[in-house]
Protein backbone atom coordinates (compact mmCIF):
# COMPACT_ATOMS: atom_id res chain seq x y z
CA UNK A 1 0.00 0.00 0.00
CA UNK A 2 1.59 3.23 -1.10
CA UNK A 3 0.22 6.59 0.99
CA UNK A 4 2.60 9.84 0.19
CA UNK A 5 1.29 13.46 1.71
CA UNK A 6 0.97 16.61 -0.87
CA UNK A 7 4.50 17.85 -0.38
CA UNK A 8 2.87 21.49 1.41
CA UNK A 9 1.37 19.50 3.59
CA UNK A 10 4.22 17.45 4.32
CA UNK A 11 6.60 20.34 4.52
CA UNK A 12 3.91 21.98 7.08
CA UNK A 13 3.88 18.62 9.28
CA UNK A 14 8.15 18.18 9.08
CA UNK A 15 9.95 14.53 8.80
CA UNK A 16 8.13 13.34 12.26
CA UNK A 17 4.64 14.81 11.82
CA UNK A 18 5.17 13.21 8.40
CA UNK A 19 5.75 9.45 9.06
CA UNK A 20 3.29 10.10 11.97
CA UNK A 21 0.22 10.91 9.47
CA UNK A 22 1.46 8.14 7.27
CA UNK A 23 1.50 5.65 9.95
CA UNK A 24 -2.31 6.41 11.03
CA UNK A 25 -3.28 6.70 7.14
CA UNK A 26 -2.43 3.26 6.81
CA UNK A 27 -4.26 1.48 9.72
CA UNK A 28 -7.14 3.51 8.73
CA UNK A 29 -7.08 2.37 5.07
CA UNK A 30 -6.49 -1.16 6.22
CA UNK A 31 -9.82 -0.78 8.42
CA UNK A 32 -11.54 0.93 5.14
CA UNK A 33 -11.44 4.47 5.99
CA UNK A 34 -10.31 6.36 3.32
CA UNK A 35 -10.19 10.33 3.62
CA UNK A 36 -12.06 12.72 1.38
CA UNK A 37 -10.48 13.30 -1.97
CA UNK A 38 -10.44 16.87 -2.08
CA UNK A 39 -8.45 16.83 1.28
CA UNK A 40 -4.92 16.09 -0.97
CA UNK A 41 -6.23 17.59 -3.83
CA UNK A 42 -6.60 21.29 -2.11
CA UNK A 43 -3.54 21.19 0.94
CA UNK A 44 -4.84 24.07 3.24
CA UNK A 45 -8.45 23.76 2.71
CA UNK A 46 -9.25 21.43 5.24
CA UNK A 47 -8.88 23.31 8.61
CA UNK A 48 -11.20 20.66 10.84
CA UNK A 49 -12.73 17.24 11.59
CA UNK A 50 -16.02 16.78 13.12
CA UNK A 51 -16.98 13.80 15.14
CA UNK A 52 -20.51 14.38 14.23
CA UNK A 53 -22.64 12.92 17.20
CA UNK A 54 -26.19 15.00 16.33
CA UNK A 55 -25.93 12.55 13.30
CA UNK A 56 -28.33 9.81 14.70
CA UNK A 57 -31.62 9.27 12.99
CA UNK A 58 -34.96 9.96 15.88
CA UNK A 59 -35.11 7.65 18.57
CA UNK A 60 -32.09 6.55 18.32
CA UNK A 61 -29.52 7.06 21.44
CA UNK A 62 -26.55 5.15 19.42
CA UNK A 63 -24.37 8.17 19.66
CA UNK A 64 -25.22 9.25 22.90
CA UNK A 65 -24.32 6.27 24.52
CA UNK A 66 -20.90 5.86 22.11
CA UNK A 67 -20.11 9.45 23.77
CA UNK A 68 -21.41 8.45 27.46
CA UNK A 69 -19.79 5.30 27.53
CA UNK A 70 -16.88 5.17 25.90
CA UNK A 71 -15.89 8.78 25.43
CA UNK A 72 -12.24 8.22 25.46
CA UNK A 73 -13.01 5.43 22.50
CA UNK A 74 -14.71 8.23 20.33
CA UNK A 75 -12.00 10.97 21.45
CA UNK A 76 -9.47 8.21 20.51
CA UNK A 77 -11.30 7.80 16.84
CA UNK A 78 -11.36 11.60 16.20
CA UNK A 79 -7.82 12.40 16.96
CA UNK A 80 -7.16 10.08 14.66
CA UNK A 81 -8.95 11.24 11.59
CA UNK A 82 -7.11 14.53 12.46
CA UNK A 83 -3.87 13.15 12.57
CA UNK A 84 -4.25 11.15 9.58
CA UNK A 85 -5.79 14.16 7.27
CA UNK A 86 -3.44 16.99 9.18
CA UNK A 87 -6.55 19.20 10.34
CA UNK A 88 -5.48 22.14 12.56
CA UNK A 89 -8.85 21.73 14.21
CA UNK A 90 -10.57 18.61 15.55
CA UNK A 91 -14.38 19.01 17.13
CA UNK A 92 -17.40 17.48 18.60
CA UNK A 93 -20.90 18.13 17.17
CA UNK A 94 -23.45 16.88 20.54
CA UNK A 95 -27.33 17.49 20.95
CA UNK A 96 -27.81 18.90 24.49
CA UNK A 97 -28.02 16.71 27.20
CA UNK A 98 -25.52 13.79 28.76
CA UNK A 99 -23.05 13.30 25.44
CA UNK A 100 -22.15 17.51 25.66
CA UNK A 101 -21.56 17.37 29.59
CA UNK A 102 -19.31 13.95 29.04
CA UNK A 103 -16.96 15.12 26.31
CA UNK A 104 -16.93 18.98 27.73
CA UNK A 105 -15.06 17.78 30.83
CA UNK A 106 -12.95 15.03 28.76
CA UNK A 107 -11.14 17.65 26.30
CA UNK A 108 -10.88 20.11 29.09
CA UNK A 109 -7.64 21.47 28.86
CA UNK A 110 -6.97 19.39 24.96
CA UNK A 111 -6.70 21.22 21.85
CA UNK A 112 -10.42 19.80 20.83
CA UNK A 113 -13.64 21.51 20.45
CA UNK A 114 -16.83 20.66 21.56
CA UNK A 115 -20.26 22.63 19.75
CA UNK A 116 -23.86 22.33 21.10
CA UNK A 117 -25.56 20.81 18.40
CA UNK A 118 -29.41 22.44 17.41
CA UNK A 119 -32.20 19.70 17.93
CA UNK A 120 -32.82 19.45 14.12
CA UNK A 121 -32.88 17.48 11.73
CA UNK A 122 -30.80 16.46 9.63
CA UNK A 123 -27.34 17.44 11.26
CA UNK A 124 -24.99 20.33 9.80
CA UNK A 125 -22.62 21.13 11.50
CA UNK A 126 -20.44 22.46 8.65
CA UNK A 127 -23.31 25.12 8.79
CA UNK A 128 -23.11 25.63 12.68
CA UNK A 129 -19.43 25.55 13.81
CA UNK A 130 -17.60 28.80 12.74
CA UNK A 131 -14.83 27.89 9.79
CA UNK A 132 -16.16 24.62 8.63
CA UNK A 133 -18.28 25.15 6.04
CA UNK A 134 -16.65 24.08 2.79
CA UNK A 135 -13.79 22.81 4.82
CA UNK A 136 -14.58 20.30 7.17
CA UNK A 137 -14.58 16.44 7.08
CA UNK A 138 -17.02 15.49 9.16
CA UNK A 139 -17.16 11.97 10.52
CA UNK A 140 -20.22 9.87 11.67
CA UNK A 141 -19.98 7.47 14.72
CA UNK A 142 -19.75 5.02 12.98
CA UNK A 143 -16.62 5.97 11.16
CA UNK A 144 -15.44 7.81 14.83
CA UNK A 145 -15.97 3.75 16.63
CA UNK A 146 -13.64 2.57 13.49
CA UNK A 147 -11.60 4.67 13.90
CA UNK A 148 -10.21 3.97 17.32
CA UNK A 149 -10.58 0.49 16.86
CA UNK A 150 -7.85 0.28 13.46
CA UNK A 151 -5.46 2.41 15.97
CA UNK A 152 -6.27 0.30 19.14
CA UNK A 153 -6.12 -3.49 17.89
CA UNK A 154 -9.36 -3.85 19.39
CA UNK A 155 -13.01 -4.29 17.84
CA UNK A 156 -15.27 -1.43 17.22
CA UNK A 157 -18.09 -1.15 20.30
CA UNK A 158 -20.62 -1.29 17.24
CA UNK A 159 -23.60 0.24 19.51
CA UNK A 160 -26.96 -0.02 18.10
CA UNK A 161 -30.34 0.98 19.37
CA UNK A 162 -33.05 -0.63 19.17
CA UNK A 163 -36.42 1.13 19.44
CA UNK A 164 -39.86 1.23 18.30
CA UNK A 165 -42.22 -1.71 19.00
CA UNK A 166 -40.04 -3.66 21.12
CA UNK A 167 -40.64 -3.88 24.91
CA UNK A 168 -37.66 -2.48 26.26
CA UNK A 169 -36.16 0.14 23.90
CA UNK A 170 -32.29 0.79 24.38
CA UNK A 171 -29.31 1.07 23.07
CA UNK A 172 -26.50 -2.15 23.07
CA UNK A 173 -23.07 -3.06 21.95
CA UNK A 174 -23.75 -5.55 19.29
CA UNK A 175 -21.67 -8.43 18.04
CA UNK A 176 -20.41 -9.41 14.44
CA UNK A 177 -23.27 -12.20 13.66
CA UNK A 178 -26.13 -11.17 15.43
CA UNK A 179 -29.18 -10.85 13.32
CA UNK A 180 -32.26 -8.52 13.48
CA UNK A 181 -33.95 -11.03 15.24
CA UNK A 182 -31.47 -11.17 17.86
CA UNK A 183 -31.35 -7.47 18.82
CA UNK A 184 -35.16 -7.37 18.78
CA UNK A 185 -35.12 -10.21 21.29
CA UNK A 186 -32.18 -8.59 23.32
CA UNK A 187 -34.63 -5.67 23.53
CA UNK A 188 -37.41 -7.74 25.35
CA UNK A 189 -39.08 -8.86 22.00
CA UNK A 190 -41.80 -7.20 19.48
CA UNK A 191 -45.05 -5.95 20.03
CA UNK A 192 -46.70 -6.96 17.21
CA UNK A 193 -46.60 -10.47 15.55
CA UNK A 194 -45.90 -9.12 12.40
CA UNK A 195 -43.04 -6.77 13.37
CA UNK A 196 -40.54 -5.34 10.34
CA UNK A 197 -37.42 -3.97 10.76
CA UNK A 198 -36.44 -0.51 9.28
CA UNK A 199 -32.05 -0.58 9.62
CA UNK A 200 -31.20 2.99 9.65
CA UNK A 201 -34.77 4.48 11.22
CA UNK A 202 -36.68 6.70 9.39
CA UNK A 203 -35.99 8.51 7.78
CA UNK A 204 -33.61 6.76 5.37
CA UNK A 205 -34.03 3.86 6.24
CA UNK A 206 -34.28 0.09 4.45
CA UNK A 207 -35.65 -3.08 5.27
CA UNK A 208 -34.29 -5.44 6.57
CA UNK A 209 -34.55 -9.32 7.02
CA UNK A 210 -35.36 -10.93 10.53
CA UNK A 211 -32.41 -13.28 10.21
CA UNK A 212 -30.15 -11.39 8.63
CA UNK A 213 -27.27 -9.12 10.73
CA UNK A 214 -28.18 -4.96 10.42
CA UNK A 215 -25.89 -3.04 7.70
CA UNK A 216 -22.47 -2.34 9.46
CA UNK A 217 -22.64 0.70 11.61
CA UNK A 218 -26.82 1.17 11.42
CA UNK A 219 -26.78 3.34 14.77
CA UNK A 220 -30.98 2.24 14.75
CA UNK A 221 -33.26 -0.81 14.45
CA UNK A 222 -36.35 0.58 14.10
CA UNK A 223 -39.64 -2.37 14.92
CA UNK A 224 -42.80 -1.35 13.33
CA UNK A 225 -46.25 -3.24 12.67
CA UNK A 226 -46.21 -4.09 9.04
CA UNK A 227 -48.69 -1.97 8.39
CA UNK A 228 -47.44 1.27 8.93
CA UNK A 229 -47.59 4.10 6.48
CA UNK A 230 -43.52 3.72 6.77
CA UNK A 231 -43.20 -0.26 5.98
CA UNK A 232 -45.76 0.42 2.97
CA UNK A 233 -43.48 3.40 1.53
CA UNK A 234 -40.60 1.52 1.92
CA UNK A 235 -41.90 -1.32 0.13
CA UNK A 236 -43.24 0.87 -2.57
CA UNK A 237 -41.67 -0.49 -6.08
CA UNK A 238 -39.73 1.60 -7.94
CA UNK A 239 -41.84 1.68 -10.70
CA UNK A 240 -44.88 3.11 -9.04
CA UNK A 241 -42.51 5.95 -7.29
CA UNK A 242 -41.45 6.81 -11.15
CA UNK A 243 -45.16 6.77 -12.24
CA UNK A 244 -45.99 8.82 -9.45
CA UNK A 245 -43.16 10.74 -11.16
CA UNK A 246 -44.01 11.72 -14.43
CA UNK A 247 -47.68 12.55 -13.29
CA UNK A 248 -47.51 14.17 -9.80
CA UNK A 249 -43.81 15.75 -9.08
CA UNK A 250 -44.59 19.83 -9.02
CA UNK A 251 -41.12 20.96 -9.78
CA UNK A 252 -41.32 22.70 -6.71
CA UNK A 253 -37.62 21.59 -5.41
CA UNK A 254 -38.50 21.41 -2.65
CA UNK A 255 -36.26 18.20 -2.00
CA UNK A 256 -33.37 20.26 -3.76
CA UNK A 257 -33.69 22.63 -0.92
CA UNK A 258 -34.02 20.84 2.11
CA UNK A 259 -30.95 18.41 0.21
CA UNK A 260 -27.84 18.70 2.72
CA UNK A 261 -25.86 17.71 0.17
CA UNK A 262 -27.32 20.45 -2.36
CA UNK A 263 -26.60 22.86 0.63
CA UNK A 264 -23.07 21.80 0.88
CA UNK A 265 -22.49 23.13 -2.99
CA UNK A 266 -22.37 19.79 -4.56
CA UNK A 267 -23.93 18.98 -7.51
CA UNK A 268 -26.53 17.07 -6.17
CA UNK A 269 -30.08 17.82 -7.24
CA UNK A 270 -32.78 15.44 -6.38
CA UNK A 271 -35.93 16.91 -8.08
CA UNK A 272 -33.50 17.06 -11.65
CA UNK A 273 -32.73 13.53 -10.97
CA UNK A 274 -36.00 12.13 -10.08
CA UNK A 275 -37.46 14.02 -13.29
CA UNK A 276 -34.58 12.39 -15.33
CA UNK A 277 -35.11 9.29 -14.30
CA UNK A 278 -39.03 9.19 -14.84
CA UNK A 279 -38.10 10.30 -18.42
CA UNK A 280 -36.53 7.62 -19.51
CA UNK A 281 -32.70 9.00 -19.04
CA UNK A 282 -29.52 6.38 -18.99
CA UNK A 283 -28.10 5.73 -15.65
CA UNK A 284 -24.65 7.47 -16.42
CA UNK A 285 -26.00 11.06 -16.98
CA UNK A 286 -27.43 10.42 -13.54
CA UNK A 287 -24.48 9.68 -11.27
CA UNK A 288 -25.03 12.50 -9.12
CA UNK A 289 -27.21 9.94 -7.32
CA UNK A 290 -24.10 8.69 -6.50
CA UNK A 291 -23.18 11.75 -3.81
CA UNK A 292 -26.90 10.81 -2.44
CA UNK A 293 -26.49 10.08 1.83
CA UNK A 294 -29.34 8.60 1.97
CA UNK A 295 -30.76 10.34 4.63
CA UNK A 296 -34.57 10.91 3.75
CA UNK A 297 -34.97 14.44 3.90
CA UNK A 298 -36.21 15.21 0.72
CA UNK A 299 -39.77 12.60 1.17
CA UNK A 300 -40.35 14.68 4.35
CA UNK A 301 -40.60 17.71 2.40
CA UNK A 302 -42.11 16.26 -0.49
CA UNK A 303 -45.89 17.42 -1.63
CA UNK A 304 -46.55 15.18 -4.13
CA UNK A 305 -45.28 12.23 -1.76
CA UNK A 306 -43.06 11.34 -4.91
CA UNK A 307 -40.48 9.62 -2.28
CA UNK A 308 -37.73 11.05 -4.09
CA UNK A 309 -35.34 8.88 -1.85
CA UNK A 310 -36.60 5.76 -2.52
CA UNK A 311 -35.78 6.63 -6.30
CA UNK A 312 -32.47 7.91 -5.44
CA UNK A 313 -31.33 4.94 -3.38
CA UNK A 314 -32.17 2.38 -6.19
CA UNK A 315 -30.60 4.82 -8.66
CA UNK A 316 -27.39 4.28 -6.39
CA UNK A 317 -27.58 1.04 -6.02
CA UNK A 318 -27.57 0.06 -9.89
CA UNK A 319 -25.04 2.56 -10.01
CA UNK A 320 -22.47 1.15 -7.47
CA UNK A 321 -23.28 -2.21 -8.86
CA UNK A 322 -22.48 -0.69 -12.07
CA UNK A 323 -18.85 0.48 -11.48
CA UNK A 324 -20.02 4.40 -11.99
CA UNK A 325 -17.99 6.99 -9.73
CA UNK A 326 -19.81 10.16 -8.53
CA UNK A 327 -18.65 12.94 -10.46
CA UNK A 328 -15.70 15.14 -9.25
CA UNK A 329 -16.77 18.19 -7.56
CA UNK A 330 -15.47 21.49 -8.38
CA UNK A 331 -12.70 22.45 -5.52
CA UNK A 332 -13.63 26.24 -5.09
CA UNK A 333 -15.69 28.12 -2.21
CA UNK A 334 -19.33 27.63 -2.37
CA UNK A 335 -22.23 29.80 -0.97
CA UNK A 336 -23.75 29.01 1.81
CA UNK A 337 -27.54 28.23 1.15
CA UNK A 338 -29.91 28.78 3.46
CA UNK A 339 -30.29 25.66 5.82
CA UNK A 340 -33.68 24.13 5.69
CA UNK A 341 -33.93 22.32 9.29
CA UNK A 342 -36.90 20.24 10.68
CA UNK A 343 -37.31 19.97 14.83
CA UNK A 344 -36.68 16.45 15.88
CA UNK A 345 -40.55 16.48 17.65
CA UNK A 346 -42.57 17.49 14.37
CA UNK A 347 -40.43 15.25 12.64
CA UNK A 348 -41.58 12.04 14.98
CA UNK A 349 -45.02 13.44 14.95
CA UNK A 350 -44.75 13.51 10.40
CA UNK A 351 -43.00 10.22 10.74
CA UNK A 352 -45.86 8.59 12.60
CA UNK A 353 -43.42 7.74 15.60
CA UNK A 354 -45.04 10.17 18.24
CA UNK A 355 -45.62 6.79 20.51
CA UNK A 356 -42.52 6.09 20.26
CA UNK A 357 -40.65 9.39 22.20
Excluded at 99 to 125: D, F, I
Excluded at 184 to 209: E, I, K, M, S
Excluded at 238 to 262: I, K, M, N
Aim: charged share 20%.
Amino acid sequence: MHLTLPPATAARLGPEGTARALAVRKQLAEAGIALPAWIDERPGRLQLVVGDLADDPPLSRSAEVLATEHGPWVLAGLLALRTAAAAPRAAFYVPDGAALGTLSRLVSGMAVEVHRALPSWPSQPERDIPGAFGRAWVASPAVLDRAAAALSGEPPRRVCTVAGGVRRPQAMCTAPGETVRDLVRRAGGALVADWVALCGGAPGGTLCARDEPPPAGTALVLVLSAAHPLVRQARRPLSEGLARARTACLGCRQCSDVCPEAARGTSLRPHHLVAQLAQGRADPALAEALLCTGCGACDLVCPAAVGPAGILRHLSARLASAGASPPRQPLRDHPARPAVRLPRDRLLQQLGLSQYR
